[in-house]
């Protein structure tokens, strides 16, 4: 009997490893394999819309500290070059403007050009903070752009108030998602009303038809609200409404919060 017993210890233990790679590793292979599939159809995409809603709330920050949003292009007193709303509400900054000198507490400076050798250091250390993961231009071009109209968010050198939204914040969009932007993060450019609904950008490629913005095929691009919200906006949109959601004030906006077809 304890022969028998040694035996099939023997036995087990010869065949436990074995039925161990036949059962244990294939649902372990089958899961990493789920996941690298899962990472990949999200495409960067989740990491994209935090980007969104981190920018959301720091110009939100900015809008209670300074009762306003950034201007498109800042400019004031020693400010010798203009800098972009993306300097302005670059992580670490408080909000804070220029001192005597011309530097921002986040070290860009705006007694240089946005390209100038110092900024572009900063750009290097700052990497990738304006970039999506799934946009394959450079780490230092810009995936998110403002609309820049008379009576859109970020109307040429005016600094809007949330209040003048008269309500319909859920319904005015303040950035909007791309790829292949072709603007680097620091250059004080963004893209004109006209751009956006003609549907085509600075380089004549299309703007939003789910391939140039967004790069997700058969997905749409993400854009933020002033509410806060990130919406996916339609490529087929009718550019009446695409307008309306850009401006402030348009007759045509709707009276719910958008959501896309």
Same mark, same amino acid.
Request: hydrophobic fraction near 35%; charged fraction near 20%.
């Given at each position: ?7 099939? &210890?023997? *036995? ?5 490893? %074995? ?5 244990? &590793? ?8 789920? %996941? ?11 990491? &994209? +819309? ?9 110009? +939100?920050?900015?809008?209670?500290? =300074? ?15 203009? =800098?972009?709303?993306? %300097?302005? *509400? ?34 290097? #250390? ?5 970039? &999506? ?10 995936? =998110? /752009?403002? %609309? ?26 303040? *950035? ?16 004109? /009303?006209?751009?956006? /609904? ?41 550019? #009446?409404?695409? +307008?309306?959601?850009?401006? *402030?004030?348009?007759?045509? #906006? ?8």
């Amino acid at each position: 009997s304890g022969f028998r017993d040694r035996s099939y &210890c023997r *036995i087990v233990k010869r065949v436990y490893p %074995v039925i161990y790679l036949l059962t244990v &590793c294939p649902l372990l292979l089958f899961f990493m394999a789920y %996941v690298i599939m899962d990472l990949k159809k999200d495409g960067g995409r989740t990491t &994209c +819309r935090e980007n969104l809603r981190n920018y959301g709330d720091s110009l +939100r920050g900015y809008h209670d500290f =300074y009762n306003a949003l950034p201007m498109q292009v800042n400019l004031g007193e020693g400010v010798r070059h203009p =800098y972009s709303w993306r %300097v302005a *509400i670059l992580p670490g900054g408080n909000y804070a403007l220029p001192d005597a000198a011309g530097v921002l507490p986040g070290g860009y400076r705006t007694d240089q050009p946005w390209d100038g050798p110092d900024n572009l250091k900063l750009a290097d #250390k700052v990497g990738g903070y304006y970039h &999506c993961p799934a946009d394959p231009s450079s780490i230092h071009d810009t995936s =998110y /752009i403002a %609309v820049v109209g008379q009576n859109t968010s970020f109307p040429p050198r005016v600094a809007v108030k949330f209040d003048g939204f008269d309500g319909k914040l859920s319904n005015s969009i303040l *950035i909007v998602e791309t790829h292949n932007s072709g603007i680097h993060w620091m250059e004080p450019r963004d893209w004109s /009303i006209e751009e956006a /609904i003609k549907g085509v950008n600075s380089h004549g490629k299309r703007f939003l038809d789910g391939r140039h913005v967004s790069l997700f095929s058969s997905r749409n691009p993400q854009a933020l609200f002033a509410d806060g919200s990130i919406r996916e906006i339609n490529p087929n949109i009718d550019p #009446k409404i695409l +307008r309306s959601l850009l401006e *402030i004030n348009n007759p045509d #906006k709707p009276k719910e919060p958008f959501i896309s077809p």
